[in-house]
């Protein structure tokens, strides 16, 4: 395997990557222990929110500052400034995107061809009939639930200026399969997580043709998109952000992949809510004990206008480029483990958070020297392993000074 991942790597590009679309996809019989499951969230019992978890809708938000961010250095996505990084990230991958990514590449593309002109005039309807008809419509595609919000250019990136079809966001949610996902970090979580973006965007593609042909302009973005997909994910009340820097859902916690619609279709927006999430991050912390690279910071810190959890870039990159994805962070949390609800009523009894200090929430195997780390034990990362020369970030994370990376084009935008 070590012999002809040297082979394969160095043939992995932008051009060959995309070529993978003229292959065919697996057999559908090798991809069912990943599939991600078609279970429709909004059927399930809502969750009640104690009083002493309650903080604040959303994230805290400084709003002059947002503005000023925007108007002074407009956002710039990942793969615009580190596109060479992603790109011989991909290359890391070989085993899964060789695998799955026929389907994600064909999905990207997919995403890319809608945004047509509708050829009909619309149905006479109210935006709360619309939205009902987005939500049946999310449902019957297969999606686990989708959100509303309003489109805020602040959230853009600058590349991607004008691509939105319209002022409505509609935010593309699919669970990400349980059993599969607790096998990370490996190459099975890894082609889950692939495998479920290629699902999600092309149901976000399905979504946007149906409302083209429902009369409103729609164009579907995929999982690197166009925004801040987080962002959408907060406003319409899907979530909170947890330490990890992942939108928490109360569902799954962040074992979701997002995807994004643009569209004029009228519809009933949603707003940020307030699930308990900050309080539980600030008395749980197993992301942050857990990170291999020790990535996550213990505090939030202000950024944009936004108060959040910010990782390090120079420590996160290099182990999930080169250790499968990685995904201790998403993997270990408690509310992606157990759902908000049994997190809460564990809470409500005990005082504790559920699974924190347990093997069963916090263990993992570590694929390169394939031994297991409790609660406690981390694997040793040498330094050498964070020195990578296609990542222009300096210790902290920061972007190194200096004329900034060229662009270039990466198979998944
Ligand atoms: S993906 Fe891995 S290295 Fe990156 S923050 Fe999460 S746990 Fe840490
Ligand atoms: S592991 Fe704990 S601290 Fe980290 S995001 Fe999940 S709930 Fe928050």
């Known amino acids: 395997m070590v012999a002809a991942g040297a082979v394969v790597r160095p043939l992995l590009n932008t051009a060959t990557i995309r070529w993978l679309r003229h292959l065919p996809s697996g057999p559908a019989i090798l991809r069912r222990r990943y599939r991600a499951p078609r279970v429709w969230w909004p059927d399930r019992p809502p969750v009640e929110i104690p009083a002493d978890l309650r903080s604040h809708a959303g994230v805290r938000r400084d709003e002059q500052a947002a503005q000023e961010a925007f108007e002074d250095e407009p956002l710039h996505s990942f793969h615009h400034n580190f596109g060479v990084a992603v790109v011989w990230a991909l290359a890391q991958l070989w085993q899964s995107l060789l695998f799955v990514g026929p389907r994600l590449v064909r999905a990207v593309e997919h995403a890319k061809r809608t945004g047509a002109a509708p050829t009909s005039a619309p149905a006479t309807r109210s935006p709360d009939e ?35 079809a319209g002022p409505n966001v509609i935010v593309c949610v699919l669970e990400q399969n349980w059993e599969s996902n607790r096998t990370l970090p490996g ?58 820097g992942q939108l928490l859902t109360p569902e ?86 157990y759902g908000l609800a049994e997190v809460i009523r564990h809470r409500a009894s005990t005082g504790e958070i559920l699974g924190v200090g347990s093997d069963e ?53």
């Open 130 to 164: 619309w939205t009902d008809w987005v939500r049946d419509r999310a449902r019957r595609i297969g999606m686990s639930t989708v959100g509303f919000a309003p489109y805020d250019e602040r959230y853009t990136f600058a590349e991607h200026a004008h691509e939105a």
């Open 187 to 244: 190459p099975v979580g890894e082609q889950t997580a692939l495998s479920t973006n290629a699902e999600i965007i092309e149901m976000a593609s399905q979504l946007a043709e149906a409302i083209v042909a429902a009369g409103f302009e729609a164009r579907a973005h995929s999982t690197e998109g166009i925004a801040v997909v987080h962002h959408y994910g907060v406003e319409s009340g899907l979530g909170q952000m947890g330490v990890n």
């Open 252 to 337: 799954a916690g962040s074992r979701c992949r997002l995807a994004m619609v643009t569209t004029r279709m009228p519809l009933v927006l949603g707003a940020p809510r307030d699930f308990g999430i900050p309080r539980i991050c600030d008395e749980c912390q197993a992301c942050v004990r857990r990170c291999p690279a020790g990535a996550i910071p213990v505090k939030r810190t202000w950024h944009r206008g936004i108060e959040k959890s910010k990782l390090n870039l120079a420590r996160c990159f290099p182990v999930v480029s080169q250790v499968h994805g990685c995904s201790v962070c998403m993997k270990v949390c408690p509310i992606q483990r």
């Open 361 to 413: 929430l916090e263990g993992y195997n570590w694929p390169i020297d394939g031994r297991r780390y409790g609660p406690g034990q981390r694997p040793k990362l040498e330094p050498d392993f964070f020195e990578l020369e296609v990542l222009p970030v300096n210790r902290d994370g920061s972007m190194k000074s200096g004329p900034a990376p060229a662009s270039v084009p990466t198979p998944l935008t």
